[in-house]
T-cell receptor, first 108, second 115 residues
Framework: GQNIDQPTEMTATEGAIVQINCTYQ??????LFWYQQHAGEAPTFLSY????GLEEKGRFSSFLSRSKGYSYLLLKELQMKDSASYLC?????????FGAGTTVTVRA | GAGVSQSPSNKVTEKGKDVELRCDPI?????LYWYRQSLGQGLEFLIY????????KSGLPSDRFSAERTGGSVSTLTIQRTQQEDSAVYLC?????????????FGNGTRLTVT
């Protein structure tokens, strides 16, 4: 089975940094994805990790530790437009299993 | 088209009626997925198509749900005798398939409300 946990909500101030953690226990592993989803819109791809370590993409970075079943998404220099839900998803073969998502609210 | 297209964007139906949801994947994408997203819950896998292979229907919640993909492109998800618990956003996604790092590209979804 698949078990993917992430916090329900986080609040941060514009310009700050927020770290969204994701822990997983899955029967197989072929990579971990992070998606961003604004209310009423489609999830959009942010990052992919398959090997341990940090992947950096502009203001967003994602980290993976396969031995710990742990990942985080780091959002730097927060902007109001970053207010959204962030979804952690684990790939097992072709299937992606998603966590319930973390709603991030950025305050001015 | 440039992205995954789903129609209708909203559907309100009476309990017991049948509905059809349509998905046009990105051209050239061989893999197609249907997910369901209920309020406050994660995306729930429903069904997966890859090329001409038999689909993985393991996520369909009941035999009232079915899906087909014609010509390796457009897909239709059909829900028969809808129930109130079927109310959710139904998301379609496509990808290149066969490549681990190939991300899923999602459509904007169909919001289904069963009254």
């Amino acid at each position: 089975g698949q078990n993917i946990d992430q916090p329900t909500e986080m609040t941060a101030t514009e310009g700050a940094i927020v770290q969204i953690n994701c822990t997983y226990q899955t029967s197989g592993f072929n990579g971990l994805f992070w998606y961003q989803q604004h209310a009423g819109e489609a999830p959009t791809f942010l990052s992919y990790n398959v090997l341990d370590g940090l992947e950096e993409k502009g203001r967003f970075s994602s980290f993976l530790s396969r031995s710990k079943g742990y990942s985080y998404l780091l959002l730097k220099e927060l902007q109001m437009k970053d207010s959204a839900s962030y979804l952690c998803a684990v790939r097992n073969d072709y299937k992606l299993s998603f966590g319930a998502g973390t709603t991030v609210t950025v305050r001015a | 088209g440039a992205g995954v297209s789903q129609s209708p964007s909203n559907k309100v139906t009476e309990k017991g009626k049948d509905v059809e949801l349509r998905c046009d994947p990105i051209s050239g994408h061989t893999a197609l997925y249907w997910y369901r997203q209920s309020l406050g819950q994660g995306l729930e896998f429903l069904i997966y198509f890859q090329g001409n292979s038999a689909p993985d229907k393991s996520g369909l919640p009941s035999d009232r749900f079915s899906a087909e993909r014609t010509g390796g492109s457009v897909s239709t998800l059909t829900i028969q005798r809808t129930q109130q618990e079927d109310s959710a956003v139904y998301l379609c996604a496509s990808s290149w398939g066969g490549t681990e790092g190939s991300p899923l590209h999602f459509g904007n979804g169909t919001r289904l409300t069963v009254t």
